[in-house]
């Protein structure tokens, strides 16, 4: 199933080759770049204007996002050119074409979504699609009507369901397919009928998919290239197979001799978004016949006369057999996983030659002599280059169309579906153990996955869950699989409450929702991560909940042996079901290419500074204030003394003073914006030492983190650092007094063994063993009687 390991193998390594390649590339050019601004900054650090302030930090800033080329710094500079650069050099137009849509075709799309009941015999399948509309122009109905129909010459029984159908399918449903992944038009597979196999089809969003969470609540999953159906095993241990859409080779086929076009096409639509193409085809010289289809290409600066407004799916035929060449443009997000556009096959099928700004995909497909470019340069030189009258292009089309006609159309991929639904309608569903998480905070913060890396390998599939479970619970229950619940951070459940009834009512509701998950034989598990939340309103109603999560779950995790004393004067952990497994390293987790002279370059640092970091949500009980009362007075002692203070900032009354105290403290860096993962490197390597000046805290992900870059801790004698943080690999205190002592040591940090020891100490206990042993607690769990553990 989706295609042998060999395959898989050599794609990996050819993969991996080519990553290692742009990364050394990358590297060498922000070497170079690094060098060039240290001689700039040189300079400017004798300047005063550099003494005044540090205005350099903006440029720096924006330097190093370019370097890494910021997504954001990217639109930025397209549209700052595409603003100024002059219409692209005009030297010929498009001829008028005339237009014919298959009317024919047209008819026999409109019959297949008129039917709505299965009355013969054969397998039968719904298939959910954005709209029954054909006038609508979307992708996934076209699809879905392309392999639907090939399914049905072969013996099927298909219906469409557009959204108000989605949940009510046709009495008899065997098959039901999702393709969507949108995020207002998604399939949720809790809905749908338990009596039927479900299947999602990955065709495209493939990260949006892997998020979302719901793939394991599926029986199958199809996926349209390796790198997605690599994607896709990552979060599902179910069947899965390699299905990329196709071409309905009865509408698109060849109606002109390919000799003799000369015509250039797109049918790339534009919906006020600046597409990758139009920007390229706004630098190029247009001297070729161009004509432009697709919804709102008129509002393109300097394309307008090229535009020939929306055409009909049923006539796109008709454009591409009067096509020499037809330019594809993959976006983004399916370059990445090389999900091919039907534009490519169905231009192909019709005798026309794509010309596309990605290669991905295209040599599994068998397609890799598909002309590619990346710059404008390239694209004028393909264009030329194909439309010589050397005849070329024809034998390169005929070729490639071959491929097409014999390994890429809807019959073919309706004999991978058919073989694909029936192993799963005869075969056994996946029996892992549902391993439900609530909340799922993965955006911001990694370690639920770090505590799962290893769920496969133990038989547990992860999804994230909302705060009511007992829907999923019920599904695994119905399907003979096991569910664990398991409940991180209690915030989100008080969190949205307006009142003290309104926080009651929700403590109570999600109490009982407990209760019926271990009703249906689900499990309970917390994880302790902090005494209570650190902006709690009900502080009361809090307890209450914690008390009565502890009293039902079957296993509490805590971090550090003595979490159940820290957290006694609140609420009671059982011994007999409370476990500890620590918070494992961050090391391998994040990027540590940057060394210390780089880092400092980039924060505008002194090799002679002694820098100390604050990083991390910028929130009152980070205890920041109190660490600028410290600071400000070893700062008045020792004018090398650096303190960058940097993360996302909350939202909470005292912020501006806050800010305004950093930004008039000169030994002060503040950065009050979240840090992307690639920069953590940045703030750690240029540090010598990292504060965590908390006055609230139980666990601590940060004490890991600037361990993992091997830097030691100035922490709080709190919580589970008390016993963590050693004289090997940090300083502690505690109070106001301690704080300006052990700031004062962060001198002796630099030329310590504190780092070395810090980074071992990271490295003794990476996540990986954590999740190993996590998850050996919860087998065990699922090994035991619910009676066991009550």
Sequence with gaps: MGGTGND??????????????????????????????????????????????????????????????????RRLVARLRHRDAPSPAIGARAPSLAVEPDDELRSEYARALGVRAFTGAGPRLSIAVSTTDLAAGRGDLFTALGLGRALTQAGWQVVYLGPKQWYDPPDGTQVYLALLAERDLATDPLLLPGDCVRVAWVRNLTERWVASGKLPLYDGVLAS??????????????????????????????????AGRQLVVSTVNGFNKQRGLFATLSAVTVDFPLALYGHRNEEVPGLAPFARGPVDFFALPSVYNQAALVLDDQQASNREYGNVNSR??????CGALPVSNSASGLREL???????????????????????????????VAE???????????????????????????????????????????????????????????????????AEPLPVAEHAAWRGRGFVYHVHWTAPVLGPAQTRRAAEQRCDRFLADLDAV???????????????????????????LRAGLAERADLVHVMCAETPDIVASHYELPADRTHVVPHGSYVDVYPNIVDERQARLELGLKPEHVVLL?????????????????????????????????????????????????????????????????????????????????????????????????????????????????????????????????????????????????????????????????????????????????
């Excluded at 490519?344 to 099928?349: I, K, P, R, T, Y």
């Excluded at 390239?378 to 390169?396: F, H, I, K, N, Y």
């Excluded at 192993?423 to 913060?445: I, K, M, Q, V």
């Excluded at 008045?636 to 009354?653: M, Q, S």
Aim: glycine letters at 6%; hydrophobic letters at 40%.
């Design 366 to 396: 068998g397609l890799s002599a598909v002309p590619t470019y990346e710059t404008p340069q390239q694209l004028s030189a393909l264009v030329a280059e194909q439309l010589a009258p050397d005849g070329m292009r024809e034998a390169l």
């Design 344 to 349: 490519v096959f169905e231009s192909l099928a």
């Design 400 to 466: 490639l169309r071959d491929v097409v006609l014999r390994e890429h159309t809807y019959r073919r991929r309706a004999e991978t579906f058919d073989a694909f639904a029936r192993g799963l309608l005869d075969g056994p569903s996946d029996t892992t153990t549902l391993l439900g998480f609530f909340p799922d905070y993965r955006s911001t913060n990694p370690y639920q996955d770090m505590l799962y890396a290893r769920a496969a390998d133990t038989g547990f599939t992860p999804l994230p869950v909302s």
């Design 614 to 790: 604050c990083l991390g949500g910028i929130r009152p009980y980070k205890g920041i204030g109190e660490l600028l009362d410290a600071f400000e007075i070893v700062a008045r002692e020792r004018a090398e003394y650096r303190l960058v203070v940097a993360g996302r900032p909350g939202r909470f009354r005292e912020l501006e003073a806050l800010r305004r105290r950093c930004d008039a403290q000169p030994q002060v860096i503040p950065y009050f914006e979240p840090v992307d993962d690639v920069d953590l490197q940045v703030f750690f390597n240029a540090a010598d030492g990292v504060v965590l000046p908390h006055k609230q805290v139980l666990n601590s992900g940060a004490l890991q983190l600037a361990w993992s870059f091997g830097r030691p801790v100035i922490a709080p004698r709190r919580g589970c650092l008390t016993g963590q943080v050693t004289p090997d690999v940090g300083v502690t205190f505690e109070g106001h007094t301690d704080l300006v002592a052990a700031l004062r040591q962060a001198v002796d940090l630099r030329s310590s063994s504190a780092p070395t020891a810090a980074f071992r100490r990271a490295a003794e206990y990476p996540f990986t063993a954590m999740s190993q042993e996590f998850l050996a607690q919860l087998a065990s769990l699922r090994a035991s009687t619910p009676q066991e553990v009550q």
């Design 225 to 258: 290239s390796r790198a997605t159906l690599r994607a896709v095993r990552r979060v599902y241990s179910g069947p899965v197979e390699q299905l990329p859409i196709g071409v309905d080779e009865r509408l698109f086929h060849q109606m002109r001799p390919v």
């Design 8 to 73: 898989d193998s050599v794609a990996a390594v050819e993969a991996l080759r080519n990553q290692l390649q742009r990364v050394r590339h990358e590297r060498d050019a922000a070497r170079r770049r690094a060098e060039e601004a240290e001689q700039r900054l040189e300079a400017v650090y004798a300047t005063p204007t550099w003494r005044i302030g540090r205005t350099i930090m903006r440029p720096v800033r924006l330097a190093r996002a370019l370097a890494r080329r910021s997504a954001r710094v």
């Design 518 to 544: 271990r009703s249906c034989g689900g499990r309970v598990v917390w994880t302790v991560h902090n005494v209570l939340p650190h902006e709690c309103t009900y502080p009361d109603v809090e307890r209450r």
